[in-house]
């Protein structure tokens, strides 16, 4: 069990929002926040619900949900 266990701790399920594009535009959930934001290759830049300004890593563990919302899926 402790080396599934640590396989699992290592090798974390991946999100939508991992594989997010440039210039795609998310609505993601940050401390229970909403926030539209724009990905580049790395980062998502946007604002949050209180109009400050926001950057987190595609793979930040502070996102907690996330949904592309442009451009829209077929």
Known sequence: ???ARAYFDAHPER???HD?????????????DEC???ADF????GTNERGN???F????EDIEAGRRIWPESD
Do not use: C, M
């Open 57 to 60: 890593r595609h793979n930040d």
């Open 36 to 38: 539209a934001a724009v």
């Open 53 to 55: 300004f926001i950057t």
């Open 15 to 17: 999100k939508p929002w």
């Open 20 to 32: 997010a594009k440039p210039g795609e535009v998310w609505l993601l959930t940050i401390d229970g």
């Open 1 to 3: 069990r402790s080396a």
């Open 42 to 45: 790395l980062d998502f830049n």
